[in-house]
């Protein structure tokens, strides 16, 4: 069967809400960047007794540069994503996630406020 996938939800907001995910570092793509955060504390309770702490996330943020993240410091910078536009589960073992959104600093939210 073909395009089951559309008729998957990923509740994002519930997976991201209790998790306080840093800053690795940013590299450049042609029409943004991707931003590398690690996940150091995950307290989302799953339907087994995995988690996702030490896992990695790449966060596609369009229309930024490299520059926009120069005050981000690897492993110091907690960060918040924020403006999901996509957010999809891929892969043969529904295992890989995909994000476009923007990434702040958790100071930066606070701010915002």
């Given at each position: 069967?073909?395009?089951?996938?559309?008729?998957k939800?990923?509740?994002?907001?519930?997976?991201?809400e209790?998790?306080?995910?840093?800053?690795?570092?940013?590299?450049?793509?042609?029409?943004?960047?991707?931003?590398?955060?690690?996940?150091?504390?995950?307290k989302?309770?799953?339907?087994?007794?995995?988690?996702?702490?030490?896992?990695?996330?790449?966060?596609?943020?369009?229309?930024?540069i490299?520059?926009?993240?120069?005050?981000f410091?690897p492993?110091?910078?907690e960060?918040?994503?924020?403006?999901?536009k996509?957010?999809t589960?891929y892969?043969?073992?529904?295992?890989?996630?995909?994000?476009?959104?923007?990434?702040?600093?958790?100071?930066?939210?606070?701010?915002?406020?």
């Amino acid at each position: 069967m073909k395009n089951l996938s559309q008729f998957k939800d990923f509740k994002h907001q519930e997976f991201l809400e209790k998790k306080r995910l840093y800053f690795l570092g940013v590299k450049a793509l042609e029409n943004g960047v991707k931003v590398s955060l690690l996940i150091l504390e995950d307290k989302t309770v799953y339907q087994n007794e995995s988690n996702n702490l030490g896992e990695q996330l790449q966060i596609t943020v369009q229309n930024k540069i490299v520059d926009n993240f120069i005050d981000f410091k690897p492993l110091q910078t907690e960060c918040k994503i924020v403006n999901v536009k996509k957010a999809t589960i891929y892969g043969d073992y529904q295992n890989q996630l995909s994000i476009h959104a923007d990434v702040i600093a958790v100071n930066q939210a606070e701010d915002k406020k």
